[in-house]
Nanobody, 119 residues
Framework: QVQVVESGGGLVQPGGSLRLSCAAS????????MGWYRQAPGKQREVGAT???????NDTDAVKGRFTIARDNAKNTVYLQMHSLKPEDTGVYYC?????????????WGQGPQVTVSS
């Protein structure tokens, strides 16, 4: 099957930067959209940024201009570069992978590392 492993996250001060990575491996025939979803404490999970196999990106208004999503197709890896972090960016960041296995597409999720922005 498919495994999704995330790395990065941690504690940063407001205005700081962090980089998250998410690598997919396993019986993958092809990768479709990959993205990041975050869940703030006590709130519902929401979309942060997504990217397609053709490098078409989509960011939410909350992160636009501060976060950059990119992917390395050779490594089946997606990255999220975060700059000018704010306390409201605090939350668990889940990596989502849409991959083709055999003849169907499935959603796979990473473990969700914690990002904390605090002074």
């Amino acid at each position: 099957q498919v495994q999704v492993v995330e790395s990065g996250g941690g504690l940063v001060q407001p205005g700081g930067s962090l980089r998250l990575s998410c690598a997919a491996s396993g019986s993958i025939f092809s990768l479709y959209a990959m993205g990041w979803y975050r869940q703030a404490p006590g709130k519902q999970r929401e979309v942060g940024a997504t990217i397609t196999s053709g490098d078409s990106t989509n960011d939410t208004d909350a992160v636009k201009g501060r976060f950059t999503i990119a992917r390395d197709n050779a490594k089946n890896t997606v990255y999220l570069q975060m700059h000018s972090l704010k306390p409201e960016d605090t939350g668990v960041y889940y990596c989502n992978v849409v991959a083709r296995v055999l003849v169907r597409r499935y959603n796979y999720w990473g473990q969700g590392p914690q990002v904390t922005v605090s002074s």
